[in-house]
């Protein structure tokens, strides 16, 4: 193997974040350039006409690679270099066979469902989902023929699986599409019992593929991969680009799951543009030293948060109490509590806007995994197109606020907490059941 794409030194295996400086990248190709270039062209010139067809048999299916055959160059809205070098490098974080970068998450998402989604077919959901992907499989999905189930997270599979059971009513699902930690409550979903849920609801080899949306914690602290799932989606515009400068998605996972979902790119053209992809592959580099500074100062945030009159509920995976049923899942599935808090101010929205009002440091904005700070209120903003009855059981609350903790000082995020709390009315004690406090 060329040492570009080696992921060993002698018997040592590399850790994604080493790799992340060079893989897939061969600088003798370039110019000698150490770090790859923008290929900004829409079209790229073969060799020979016998190249072009040969590129174009691969690229449509028409034929199998052969063993030492790699897929040329073609047209930007197929391959380019700097999209191919991202999603080699993407693979290295989830261990998969295959990626597919898109132009923004919610494309990774529509591209992925539609490969798989037909009429007449269920698709098997949990609760919450972020807003935009709850508008698309409730209000476009239907017109298509297809019906959706949810059942909520933050339960555990063995208590919605009869529920999920009956309204299914044998009709066939070929895709069962979880969001953990479930945006934006916090709330998780036992990966590897939804998988063990969608086997069960395949018949004759046509089995669900579970895809998990791992905006929130991956690829850094959660790998739905090794837990059975078969396709990891991201809004690549969080983490993964890490400083709020560009819109992207992606997806990973097994090579025939992957490969159909890049066919499909191909013809809705929502494969991401050159420039993206190099965002994006700058953004990789630094991506364990942000989410690691993140998720740390998220705990200092955090056991604030719990202890303060004015909270009368804190959501972050690092305060669930041994005894919440989540906790065993929440020790499984995940390596660290991540840096997203979600909190309810004492009051409704009148409460919860006079708090983000009052912010400064923390910026008010949507959007989460940059490096600065974010907070927002779901229930109007993120979350508005969801139905007044759905936020409510889904915890959606006026009063809640999502936190994205950022890598500022956490002293300073403390004390902007601290004076936009102190600017809320009212003041009286919140009786609560006594959260863990994680961090003094």
Known sequence: MSKYKGRKIGTKKLKPESMMM????????????????????????????????????????????????ELG?????????????LEDRLTLWDEGDEAAVFQSGMAAITTSLLAFLRPGDVLLHSDPLYGGTDYLIKHYLP?????????????PTSEVTDDVRRRVNERRVPVVLIETPANPTNRLVDIAGTVALARSLGSGGD??????????????????????????????????????DVVAGACIGREDVVK????????????????TGWLLLRSLETLKMRMTAQMKNAQYVAAFLAEHPKVRRVEYLGLLADNDPMYPVYRKQCLAAGSLIAF?????????????NALQLVSLAVSLGGTESLAEH???????????EDRVAMGITPALV???????????????????????????????????????
């Open 22 to 69: 060079s893989y897939g990248y061969d600088p003798t190709l370039s110019e000698g350039a150490i770090k790859c270039p923008i290929f900004q062209t829409s079209t790229f010139v073969f060799k020979t006409a016998e190249d072009g067809k040969a590129f174009f048999e691969l690229a449509l299916g028409l034929r199998e690679k052969g063993p030492t055959e």
């Open 73 to 85: 160059l073609i047209y930007s809205r197929l391959n380019n270099p700097d999209l191919e070098i």
């Open 143 to 155: 017109q298509f023929g297809i019906d959706v189930v949810g059942f909520p997270a933050g339960v």
């Open 207 to 244: 089995v669900p593929v579970v895809m998990v949306d791992n905006t929130f914690l991956g690829p850094l602290f959660q790998h739905p991969l090794k837990h059975g799932a078969d396709l990891v989606l991201y809004s690549a515009t969080k983490f993964l680009g890490g400083h709020s």
């Open 260 to 275: 159909r979902i890049l066919t499909l790119r191909t013809f809705m053209g929502t494969a991401a543009d050159p420039w």
């Open 344 to 356: 309810e101010i004492d009051g409704g929205e009148k409460e919860a806007f006079a708090f983000l």
């Open 378 to 388: 779901p229930a109007s903003m993120t979350h508005a197109d969801v139905s007044p």
């Open 402 to 440: 999502r936190l994205s903790v950022g890598v500022e000082h956490y002293e300073d995020l403390i004390a902007d907490m601290e004076q936009a709390l102190g600017a809320v009315g009212g003041g009286r004690t919140v009786t609560r059941a006594k959260q863990k406090t994680l961090v003094r």
